[in-house]
Nanobody, 123 residues
Framework: QVELVESGGGSVQAGGSLRLSCAGSSYINSRYCVGWFRQAPGKEREGVAVIASDGRASYADSVKGRFTISRDDAKNALYLQMNSLKPEDTAIYYC?????????????????WGQGTQVTVSS
């Protein structure tokens, strides 16, 4: 049973923007650290950004200044605003959560996952 559901992916030209959303009543609430991860073909899944229940966020260096993560626990929702997209941002994007502090962006530390949404950026 899928408890996290992503939406908002699509195809965009370089320099464009997309906003991803993730819904999950069981795993997006004040008890959980939540985040966005991505996996490109032939590459390992990497942490893009994570956000704690108090709003503190951590970003991968490759997306700092371009992506913004946010959460709305009242709506059990997680968002990722992606601006100035580059072809190297092309990947399947996943939301994930863990019932712990947000001290890690390692995929192995997150146990609850969505099925992913494709983001394709063309040059």
């Amino acid at each position: 049973q899928v408890e996290l559901v992503e939406s908002g992916g699509g195809s965009v030209q370089a320099g464009g923007s997309l906003r991803l959303s993730c819904a999950g009543s069981s795993y997006i609430n004040s008890r959980y650290c939540v985040g966005w991860f991505r996996q490109a073909p032939g590459k390992e899944r990497e942490g893009v950004a994570v956000i704690a229940s108090d709003g503190r966020a951590s970003y991968a260096d490759s997306v700092k200044g371009r992506f913004t993560i946010s959460r709305d626990d009242a709506k059990n929702a997680l968002y990722l605003q992606m601006n100035s997209l580059k072809p190297e941002d092309t990947a399947i994007y996943y939301c994930a959560s863990r019932r712990a502090l947000c001290g890690s962006r390692l995929a192995a530390d997150f146990g609850n996952w969505g099925q992913g949404t494709q983001v394709t950026v063309s040059s």
